[in-house]
RNA sequence: GCGAUUGUGGUAUAACGGUUAUUACGUCUGGUUGUGGUCCGGGAAACGAGGGUUCGACUCCCUUCUUUCGCCCCA
């Protein structure tokens, strides 16, 4: 029987593992600093309700949707993303709604170095939103990079202000054409008119090309300076990009993405419309920011060895987990608790011996610096 | 999904159309050492899967899966 993953799902182990919930914890921490609420949702939902309004934007969406059925023959997904579970989460509440949701979701699509089929994706969104709000989910996401100590910068721009674009030079709006326009920073400039010129619209590749003071001439861009200036506030700088339009999808006026190290965009979101509401969301995924944190993620643990004294050992382990402190207990010869403290990046060992019982001292060997100091038991 | 690429114990590797498939680390185990990354001994564990060619296939061929990289799209 194989018992490898299915290709695009991961293991976390180790640590990556501790790293993996060290991140998740942070976010989720964040979030709540803003007021949004926590929400969990299925993981499985009908079909039709995952595809949403999709359906009509590409297939190629649609057919990276797993789908099962169940016994009673129901045509059911995984889901793909958050976002359309909020038609349901958001209705009756009062606005603007701030909810935030961290879990698992599916995507049966092609995979490479950062991209997996299983992927945690960090949400939050805001439903009845303004720019204002724009601004503060954009903040939040400084602020968990900053603590993750990821370098980073903001793309800025605007759907609207692209429509007014498309519409001047008399092109009409379809997904294809913002498909080629999203891949202005990838293509070469012959490949990209190119393409543009399958529909008539190789002349909005110079205007894309302008200087951002041009674009003030277009309705929309006060959207996007509004954005700026409410940044600037917060205290951190975004970037006009005309050629960004995250693709396909619901979105209607502002749309941002966050680049780092890697090729792959590390965070993506955008102003939708959601139930008759305006609302602003952002999201990004805990194993992609596993790729590029710089942030040193270690837990300080504790091993206590007990040489032929477990009771001492098992009290003084209670004293230290009362503390707040993460021990466990070893029963074994010196040599191997060491070899194991090693293995398992334990960085404190306390011997419990005849010697340190009767003399009540305890002392924690430092496995870095190997020195040992006296353990002194604050007193509860 | 398409195109290219990859595949030997957990990891990293060696060899070969022909007996029992190399080595290292890790792992399990016995002994030694009251303060370490030792030392000595023993063990488990691999040719991705299926088919074909052949007297004989880990080796050649086909299929499939997997890996990696592009395309498409995305976090």
Redesign the pocket.
């Known amino acids: 029987m194989?018992i490898?993953?299915?290709?695009?799902f991961k293991d976390f182990v180790g640590e990556e593992g501790t790293k993996f919930s060290v991140i998740r914890e942070m976010a989720r921490q964040v979030f709540e600093r803003y007021n949004f609420e926590e929400v969990q949702t299925p993981v499985i939902e009908r079909e039709e309700f995952v595809r949403g309004d999709k359906v009509q934007a590409?297939d190629?969406?649609i057919?990276?949707i797993f789908t099962l059925q169940d016994k009673g023959k129901r045509k059911l997904a995984l889901r793909y993303?958050f976002t359309f579970q909020l038609k349901r989460i958001a209705q009756n509440k009062k606005l603007p709604y701030k909810r935030f949701q961290i879990g698992p979701?599916f995507?049966d699509?092609?995979?490479?170095?950062?991209?997996?089929?299983q992927?945690t994706?960090c949400d939050v969104d805001v439903i009845g939103s303004t720019i204002k709000e724009e601004a503060e989910i954009l903040s939040i996401m400084k602020q968990i990079l900053g603590t993750l100590k990821i370098k980073s910068v903001i793309y800025v721009n605007n759907r609207k202000l692209l429509n007014e674009i498309l519409n001047e030079v008399g092109v009409e709006n379809n997904p294809?054409v913002i498909?080629?326009i999203?891949?202005m920073d990838?293509?070469s400039e012959k490949e990209i008119k190119e393409n543009l010129k399958k529909f008539g619209a190789e002349e909005v590749f110079g205007i894309l090309k302008k200087p951002e003071s041009y674009f003030k001439k277009y309705k929309a861009y006060s959207e996007v300076a509004e954005l700026k200036k409410l940044c600037k506030n917060y205290g951190f700088e975004i970037k006009f990009s005309p050629s960004l339009?995250?693709?396909?999808?619901y979105y209607i006026g502002n749309v941002f993405?966050?680049k780092s190290d890697i090729?792959?965009?590390?965070?993506?979101?955008g102003s939708y419309m959601v139930a008759g509401q305006p609302a602003t969301g952002i999201?990004?995924?805990i194993?992609?920011m596993m790729a590029v944190t710089k942030m040193q993620i270690e837990i300080e643990k504790y091993l206590i060895?007990s040489?032929?004294?477990d009771k001492k050992a098992i009290d003084l382990a209670k004293k230290l987990r009362i503390q707040g402190k993460n021990v466990s207990v070893f029963y074994g010869?010196?040599?191997?608790a060491?070899?194991y403290?090693?293995?398992y990046k334990i960085k404190k060992?306390i011997?419990?011996?005849?010697?340190?019982?009767k003399e009540k001292v305890f002392?924690i060997?430092?496995?870095?610096?190997?020195?040992?100091v006296k353990l002194v038991l604050k007193k509860s």
């Open positions: 194989n490898d993953t299915i290709k695009g590409n190629e969406v057919s990276d993303e979701v995507r699509e092609p995979i490479s170095g950062n991209r997996l089929r992927f994706q294809e498909g080629e999203d891949k990838k293509l339009a995250r693709g396909l999808s993405e966050i090729k792959e965009t590390i965070c993506g979101g999201s990004f995924s194993e992609r060895v040489l032929g004294e010869k010196p040599s191997k060491l070899e403290a090693n293995s060992v011997f419990v011996g005849e010697k340190e019982v002392r060997k430092n496995m870095i610096t190997g020195r040992s």
